[in-house]
């Protein structure tokens, strides 16, 4: 590995603090553009801007506290996750238990989300608050050598502060989203702002401005998605490696990965906001989104990695064209 936790940590700190000041930079302007927008031709288009601005902002500070303090529990009501105990769940809370004291980090609280189709995904602010949630078909399906190299990639997820990252992510994306639905709606219903200018010859710039605030509103959802991009690929191949690292194991994950990616069945408890979260992406199967702006890579790719690890040849075309387009 080229890389170690103190280094994971130190750039997961700088790149949340970065993120948040980008989207909430964007909201600033977008937020200025909406209130000139609607206040134009009343004479204080400045003022309605700058208020737009403030509010905006503030959304987009509200959420980055909301998400830092209790983004966590949002993702596991919004994924419809429940709490379990050791002695409801043993052998899960055995091997999150074995997975926590592989990677030297507290042990997280443990959920279950009632869902045939099998994934996990890990969340908190940090290892002192993580929480580690697996749907029920994933218990079903995986076998105790599978699991544990699913959780181990959890906890690296943990261990390394990628929860705190994608926490980020998922509520600051929620915010640019909030924000152009709702000019999109005010524009639908209202014509866009005033348009007591239009009569007089003075309604240009209002149009314009309208064009402008249109096209940051369907821009808004692209930036959303690149934003997420920030949850990088590499993120999920160093995930995969360190849990082998925990697991003294590529062979555990490597079939977790297969029948993860192979199964049909879809995540119901899943929106675009919580995809990133994931081992694998839950979207795909419901046939939304494109490899382009993917935040996994694809399983075969994830799966020929860790054949490389024990000298094993890739992936054959028969096994690679069932898991094409999984991620």
């Known amino acids: 590995m080229t890389t170690t936790f103190y280094a994971e940590e130190s750039a997961n700190r700088r790149n949340s603090i970065l993120l948040a000041f980008v989207v909430i930079a964007f909201l600033a302007v977008f937020g200025f553009v909406i209130g000139f927008s609607i206040g134009y031709g009343s004479g204080n288009e400045v003022a309605f801007g700058i208020g737009a601005l403030v509010i ?34 043993p052998q899960l809370y055995n091997v999150v238990n074995e997975m926590a004291i592989a990677a030297g980090v507290p042990m997280p609280k443990v959920y279950i989300i009632d869902d045939p189709s099998p994934n996990a995904f890990a969340t908190g602010r940090d290892p002192q608050h993580s929480s580690v949630a697996v749907t029920t078909g994933l218990l079903k399906e995986l076998n105790r050598e599978e699991l544990q190299g699913v959780l181990g990639h959890e906890m690296s997820h943990v261990r390394n502060y990628d929860i705190r990252f994608t926490l980020f992510v998922g509520v600051m994306v929620g ?120 935040t996994h890579p694809p399983i075969v790719d994830r799966i020929n990695r860790l054949r490389q690890l024990t000298g094993e040849a890739p992936m054959d075309q028969a096994q690679a064209s069932a898991l094409t387009g999984v991620e």
């Open 56 to 89: 905006a902002v503030g959304i987009g500070s509200l959420s980055a506290l909301f998400s830092y303090y209790g983004g966590d529990k949002l993702v596991l009501a919004s994924s419809h996750a429940q709490a379990v105990t050791a002695e409801q769940a």
């Open 175 to 294: 915010s640019i989203a909030l924000l152009a639905g709702f000019f999109l709606r005010y524009t639908f219903w209202f014509g866009g702002g005033r348009r007591g200018n239009d009569r007089e010859g003075g309604g240009g710039l209002g149009v314009i401005l309208l064009v402008v605030g249109l096209v940051m509103a369907a821009l808004s959802y692209f930036f959303g998605a690149l934003v997420q991009m920030a949850v990088s690929r590499q993120r999920e191949y160093l995930a995969d490696a360190s849990s082998v690292e925990l697991t003294r194991n590529p062979h555990g994950l490597e079939s977790a990965l297969a029948k993860i990616g192979g199964d049909p069945a879809v995540l119901h408890s899943v929106n675009g906001a919580t995809q990133h979260l994931y081992i694998v992406n839950p979207l795909k199967k419901h046939g939304i989104g494109s490899d382009l702006f993917s």
